[in-house]
């Protein structure tokens, strides 16, 4: 079964913190994909980063970076000092084969307040 | 460029009423996808379409139909509305055939209260 786990339900970090969102997925598909979104109080998810199972290097995106392992199947996603505005709901999701199409399996969610 | 526009963006219904959610992808793309989001159960995939067709379907009772026009726009409908069918329902679109490989953009979100 596809599953993904975002154990942090709500996490609350003053502003210039470092933060680090958990994500851990389960899949026995060799290929998927895995993403992260955030979502404002708008609502819209917003996509950050999409990543292939077969590319492991990690990536840093400014004040963003996220660690894949497929050895733990975690897809970790780090905030670099902290700012207000990125408090928000953000969600790791996972989609695998190509068959599957646009099918994406979204964590609960961890909310991230971030304070003055 | 416009994004994903989603209308409306608010809606009441009473419970055994029937209801038509529309989303306008951004100009270009052919693929939609729609999900639901409640507190309970976070967001769950609904349906996804590629030039007309629709190619994934999720775990949700067949009061959940959609649609998808020659112009890529896409319409979903709820009958027989039920309290548990409250919720966000969002909708995607991407450039590419699915969501996979491509990035995907997000409209605001139609929320649905059921009285």
């Known amino acids: 079964a596809q599953k993904v786990t975002q154990a942090q339900t709500e996490i609350s970090v003053v502003e210039k913190e470092d933060v680090t969102l958990d994500c851990v997925y389960e899949?026995?598909?060799?290929?998927?994909?895995l993403f992260w979104y955030k979502q404002p109080p708008s609502g819209e998810l917003v996509f950050l980063i999409r990543r292939n199972s077969f590319d492991e290097q990690n990536e840093i995106s400014g004040r963003y970076s996220w660690n894949f392992q497929k050895s733990t199947s975690s897809f970790n996603f780090t905030i670099t000092a902290s700012q207000v505005v990125d408090s928000a709901v953000y969600f790791c999701?996972?989609?695998?084969?190509?068959?599957?199409?646009?099918?994406?399996?979204f964590g609960q969610g961890t909310e991230l307040s971030v304070k003055p | 460029k416009a994004g994903v526009t989603q209308t409306p963006r608010y809606l009441i219904k009473t419970r055994g009423q029937q209801v038509t959610l529309s989303c306008s992808p951004i100009s270009g793309h052919r693929s939609v996808s729609w999900y639901q989001q409640t507190p309970g159960q976070g967001l769950q995939f609904l349906f996804e379409y590629f030039s007309e067709t629709q190619r994934n379907k999720g775990n949700f009772p067949g009061r959940f139909s959609g649609r998808q026009f020659s112009n890529s726009r896409s319409e979903m409908n709820v009958s027989t509305l039920e309290l548990g069918d409250s919720a966000l329902y969002l909708c995607?679109?991407?450039?590419?055939?699915?969501?996979?490989?491509?990035?995907?953009?997000f409209g605001q979100g139609t929320r649905l209260t059921v009285v």
């Open positions: 899949t026995r598909d060799t290929t998927y994909y």
């Open positions: 995607a679109s991407s450039l590419g055939q699915t969501l996979l490989n491509t990035e995907a953009f």
């Open positions: 999701a996972l989609s695998f084969s190509y068959n599957q199409g646009g099918k994406l399996i």
